[in-house]
Structure formats: structure tokens, C-alpha cells
């Protein structure tokens, strides 16, 4: 019979298939590094694992004058542009500014590299889309993983430390639409007849 999640049961059997990776390519007698895989509630098996992405990467004489994205081709190109990027809500109007206007200036020794998200469509996703595109929604992931062993020191044995890159997000399922969880609001009239009430109540009654 199919498991009753086939989306869990993926994802158990790539954290098999990673921790196997894992032991294979470690090294004998160092400790398992901390910082890639988690585990919640005493459990057996990875519950989640963490990835990142680099947004900047260092202008050098290799990479001076080529762009990750070509912007003009598009649809929505502008929104990747540094100083459009969203910040966090929570700051002051000036605040957002400074950090924007920060962000404009690092494309002097900086290029920006956007993430690798795309929508079910194919297309790439505004970083704007983000949170509301990918957070809880069933997506395809490419990632690298690299593996970095940190030898003794000061009489603390070595450990393996593992690290993820994202390469590609692809969108399979979108995430549900949210639900509100105030009650709707009803107009209160501000006048009902006496009349009308107590026939509605005698045919309820009947």
C-alpha cells in the first residue's frame, strides 16, 4: 500500500539517502558536525535540515562586468535590482532607506545573485514572493552539499562539518491560501422590529 504522505515519505528517504552521503565521505573518528541536519522531540530521523544562499558574491577580475540575470528579458526585472530589495517592515521609513540606499552602493564591489526560485510556471520569483510563494508550499530542491573537516585542536578531537547550498527551487504544489483567523465582522442594525422577531420566533416554533 502508499504511505498515507507520500511528500513525508520523500522527504524521510532523502535524509536517509543524505546521512548515508554523509557517512561515506566522512572522516574516521571525527565527530558529526553540527549545523546541517536537526532533530525534534527525540526523533530517530532528521526532522529538517538547514540550506543557505549567498545573495553577494565579490566582484573580482574573473566575474567584473557579467551578470547572474540578464534584467532586460525580464518581466519582472526591476525587482531585483539591489536597491529594491524588500527589508524588513518592522524598521522606520528611514531605516529602509538607509538600508536600500546601502545596498546601491555594494554593487561597486559586490554583484548581486539572486535566488534560484521558481513559481510553477517556470518563471523566476521576485524577491518580494518569496514568503508568500514558497513558505509552506511542495517544491523540488537542488542543493550542493559540501563538506568541510576541521581538524584537532587544542586537544578537542576533529569534527566533519557539512554545509548546503541551494542551486534551484522549482515549485511543484503552491501553498494553500491563508486563512484569517479574526471572525468576520457583522453590521449590527441599529433597529429591529419587535414584530418581525416574534413571527420569526412562532415559525421556528411551529
Given amino acids: 500500500a502508499p504511505p498515507m504522505n507520500p511528500v513525508n515519505a520523500d522527504f ?14 566522512g572522516t574516521p573518528g571525527y565527530e558529526k558536525g553540527r549545523g546541517f541536519l536537526f532533530y525534534e522531540n527525540s526523533s530517530p530521523t532528521p526532522t ?27 518581466r519582472n526585472g526591476d525587482d531585483f535590482l539591489p536597491q529594491n530589495y524588500p527589508v524588513a517592515q518592522q524598521q522606520t521609513r528611514d531605516e529602509q532607506q538607509k538600508i536600500r540606499d546601502e545596498l546601491f552602493d555594494l554593487q561597486k564591489t559586490h554583484r548581486l545573485v539572486p535566488l534560484q526560485a521558481r513559481g510553477e510556471d517556470g518563471y523566476i520569483l521576485s524577491p518580494s514572493d518569496y514568503r508568500t510563494q ?6 523540488e530542491l537542488q542543493f550542493n552539499l559540501w563538506h568541510w573537516p ?19 527551487i522549482r515549485t511543484l ?34
Fill in 48 to 74: 529538517h535540515f538547514k540550506i543557505r544562499h549567498c545573495l553577494f558574491e565579490a566582484i573580482t577580475n574573473e566575474n567584473r562586468g557579467q551578470s547572474i540575470l540578464d534584467l532586460v528579458t525580464l
Fill in 150 to 168: 576541521i581538524t584537532p585542536r587544542g586537544g578537542s578531537s576533529g569534527k566533519d562539518s557539512f554545509t548546503a547550498d541551494i542551486v534551484q
Fill in 12 to 25: 524521510c528517504t532523502a535524509t536517509k539517502n543524505l546521512r548515508l552521503l554523509m557517512q561515506k565521505v
Fill in 173 to 206: 504544489v503552491p501553498p494553500p491560501p491563508p486563512v484569517s483567523n479574526s471572525p468576520s465582522k457583522r453590521k449590527i442594525p441599529a433597529y429591529v422590529d419587535p414584530e418581525s422577531s416574534a413571527c420569526a420566533r412562532k415559525k421556528r416554533e411551529t
Fill in 134 to 139: 514558497l513558505e509552506n508550499a511542495i517544491v
